[in-house]
């Protein structure tokens, strides 16, 4: 355990001084944003419903972007060349990996939520904490898969390209859960609808973990 | 020996197919409702079911080669993945050809045909993720990762998907008919001869991977000695 949060802290920590991921996807996002308020033009009623999905298209784009540039990082440092020779088990590298990559979705989703809050007027904002559950269980996935991949996209040629064609597929059952849930808080359709979204949306989570550590040692080494 | 057993396969799969397309055109009564719009299924339905078990073999491959580490497992897994990718292309447009008079639409997001699209997806992914490898025994090992990946999340996907259409309202419910005994023994037919088709475009793909592999370690050591 204390590992692990060396591992993530490690991460965190050189996020931390040079703050290019957060600033970047947070930018990226950003514009997504207000491309796709001005797309959708000045009906309000649009807004509101395409509010969820707008959220979970800009999270997605610019999280793979994130995903993609901090493995990037990590392979032209070589960093972890230097972590591989460590006693460490290829699994806790995986599980420290996609730490650190959680906490910098997480961020950039609580910047997507609050933008979207503002930008487009409607029930996001009123219905913030219900919200926020599927929308972590879904970065949980989404990050267990995507540092899985990300680790194998960075040793390739094409690299940032290659992630969002091999990922994006790849991830489309935590986005569909995670938008049934956010779909059950807006409407108004109940806890127990929520909570069976989220009860799959887990279940897919349990899954993208384990296959992150039982694949992740075939993807680092040389 | 090999070529020749290729030979005779390739003749029982052609003669085979001859029999599958007599059933569908000539054997099989019109459909009812649809008409003979309906005979694309007996071409449709078997690729569709072959087409999966082309990316369930892509996977096995992928776990024994990470298991093995032997290029005989890779070459079969991209043999298995490429024609597969072929299978659901030709799912996907011959479905489409089926839904425009029928359901008035080339496409509609049914849970079916939203996992057979994100699989096509997955399984392109994995010829471009091949091609951007490089190294050879990453690129097996990357494939194999990704493969395993892919397929694995197939019933994700049709879970999620009915999952998320079950809250808006269903336009189209299943497709299942019920089947004269001779549109099954078409149906039937059509699925033995795909199958057969499958192994024959199979065993050649693996042959010509192998063939190519053999060929680079033999200018690879060309280079080498000259």
Request: glycine share 8%; aromatic share 10%.
């Amino acid at each position: 355990m204390r590992i692990l949060a060396a591992l993530i802290w490690k991460d965190l920590i050189v996020e931390a001084r040079t703050r290019e991921l957060v600033t970047s996807m947070g930018l990226v996002a950003f514009l997504a944003l207000v491309i796709q308020n001005l797309a959708l033009g000045p009906s309000s009623r649009l807004g509101t419903a395409a509010a969820p999905a707008v959220v979970w298209v800009t999270v997605s784009f610019a999280a793979t972007l994130g995903l993609a540039r901090a493995h990037a990082l990590e392979q032209e440092g070589q960093a972890l060349q230097g972590l591989l020779m460590t006693p460490v088990s290829r699994s806790l590298l995986y599980l420290g990996k996609w730490g650190a990559n959680l906490v910098v979705v997480l961020v950039l989703q609580t910047v997507v939520v609050v933008a979207t809050a503002v930008l487009f007027t409607g029930d996001v904002g009123r219905h913030l904490t219900w919200i926020s559950l599927p929308l972590v269980l879904g970065a949980v996935g989404f990050t267990a898969i995507g540092t899985l991949l990300g680790a194998m996209t960075s040793a390739t040629r094409l690299r940032e390209v290659l992630l969002p064609i091999v990922l994006l597929p790849v991830a489309l059952p935590v986005i569909m859960l995670s938008l049934a849930g956010i779909g059950a808080v807006l409407d108004d359709r109940g806890l127990t609808e929520l909570l069976r979204s989220l009860k799959l949306l887990g279940a897919v989570d349990i899954i993208f973990a384990m296959l992150g550590m039982w694949l992740f040692a075939y993807v680092v080494e040389e | 020996m090999l070529r020749s057993r290729d030979t005779v396969l390739a003749w029982i799969t052609g003669a085979m197919m001859l029999i599958a397309l007599y059933g569908a055109f000539v054997f099989a009564p019109p459909e009812r409702v649809m008409g003979d719009i309906q005979r694309i299924f007996y071409v449709h339905l078997p690729l569709a079911w072959i087409g999966f078990v082309a990316f369930a073999h892509a996977c096995w491959a992928g776990i024994w080669y990470l298991r093995t580490a032997r290029r005989e497992w890779d070459e079969a897994g991209v043999a298995a993945a490429e024609i597969g990718v072929l299978f659901s292309t030709l799912v996907i447009v011959t479905g489409s050809l089926w839904a425009r008079p029928v359901w008035g639409t080339w496409w509609t997001w049914d849970p079916q045909l939203v996992t057979y699209l994100i699989l096509w997806l997955i399984y392109v992914g994995y010829l471009v993720l091949r091609g951007a490898a490089g190294e050879d025994v990453r690129r097996a090992r990357f494939a194999a990762v990704f493969a395993i990946v892919g397929f694995v999340d197939v019933p994700l996907v049709w879970l999620s998907a009915r999952y998320l259409r079950a809250l808006s309202p269903v336009i189209f419910t299943s497709r299942s008919v019920g089947l004269a005994p001779s549109m099954a023994w078409t149906l039937a037919a059509g699925l033995v001869a795909w199958s057969l088709f499958y192994w024959t475009l199979f065993r050649a793909r693996l042959r010509i991977g192998l063939l190519e592999t053999e060929v680079a370690a033999l200018a690879g050591d060309g280079e080498v000695h000259g």
